[in-house]
């Protein structure tokens, strides 16, 4: 194990020779099922951003088999899988964009403070395209994750998408925070909220579905804990958990349980890579939005990655 002060927890050689053999190889084919898991946390995904466009700058998502993402890094493996997620970093620190999808003032309205269908059906759409038919096309295959509203479970979304509605609606409940982002989302005849009240960091499905090699993009530094809801929490969520998630209460209940199974899981796998934020690097709220902070998570995290993985390539893309 490394010392607390660099990026990862852990260095194993598995997984970073996999890549090697892989790239020297150019295919897929020698039984290993090498998935990205990408954490994320509404704009602590700002991290986890910088650090996919690290893997797309360095040509290394066809060396992997799936792509899963929580929350906000469901946003971020999204725009990874349709080779767009450098060129669409500054949505991280526009401040028309973030305005328009994180406004602390509509509470008081009655209305949610992430807009996430905005985000999505207009931003996505209109200002920044995403290429949802690459995505849906792509050979390595997209995993959001959200949780069951009435039975609190993890959920891979995988089966349900099949065409751009409803890879839009997948992204809309991976990222459906509880009284935050409004309503919980329709799929398939289910109701989801935010993978992270389940799982936020989508290893146990992976490793459920046959993982073997795990790289894991991070929006947590090894020094941030993860607490358990404040009395404050608790009286302003349990009414609206009642009355629309029921189901969800409980995992959201036990989320350090939760988190520190996530964290085990990690730490001794033979052949997982965590890349984190180092340790002094800003702590980033949920619902942050100032542009300077913002934009140097994104580099922070993209240096973090590329001093992982840019050996694997032999050259450092420019900043």
């Known amino acids: 194990m490394r010392d607390m002060d660099s990026t990862t927890e852990q260095s194993p050689v598995a997984i970073l020779q996999l890549l090697r053999d892989r790239l020297r190889q150019g295919h897929r084919d020698d039984g290993a099922r090498l998935v990205l898991l990408i954490e994320g946390g509404s704009s602590r995904g700002a991290y986890s951003s910088g650090m996919a466009i690290a893997v797309e700058q360095l040509g290394l998502l ?51 403070v992430v807009d996430t269908r905005f985000l999505v059906h207009t931003v996505y759409t209109e200002i920044m395209p995403m290429g949802f038919q690459e995505i849906l096309d792509s050979p390595v295959t997209f995993h959001p994750i959200a949780t069951d509203a009435h039975s609190g479970a993890a959920v891979d979304l995988h089966d349900q998408i099949h065409d751009q509605p409803s890879l839009q609606t997948a992204l809309r409940a991976s990222t459906a925070m509880p009284l935050l982002a409004g309503e919980p989302v329709e799929l398939g005849g289910r109701s989801y909220v935010d993978a992270g009240v389940s799982e936020a960091v989508p290893v146990r499905t992976a490793l459920a579905q046959r993982a073997t090699h795990v790289l894991a993009l991070r929006t947590k530094r090894t020094d941030e804990l993860v607490s358990a809801p404040s009395r404050g929490e608790r009286l302003m969520l349990s009414r609206w958990f009642a009355r629309r998630a029921p189901g969800a209460a409980e995992a959201w209940l036990g989320r350090v349980a939760s988190r520190a199974e996530e964290e085990r899981l990690l730490a001794t796998h033979p052949a997982a890579l965590q890349i984190r934020p180092p340790l002094g690097s800003a702590r980033i709220g949920r619902t942050e939005r100032r542009p300077h902070l913002l934009r140097a998570a994104v580099e922070t995290g993209r240096q973090a990655a590329l001093k992982e993985l840019a050996g694997l390539v032999g050259e450092v893309p420019p900043r």
Do not use: K, Q
């Open 62 to 112: 066809p060396m992997f088999d799936a792509v899963y993402g929580s929350s906000a890094g469901a946003l971020n493996g999204a725009w990874l899988l349709c080779g767009r997620a450098e060129r669409t970093m500054h949505a991280w620190w526009d401040p028309l964009i973030m305005r328009a999808t994180i406004d602390p003032s509509r509470l008081l309205r009655g209305r949610p």
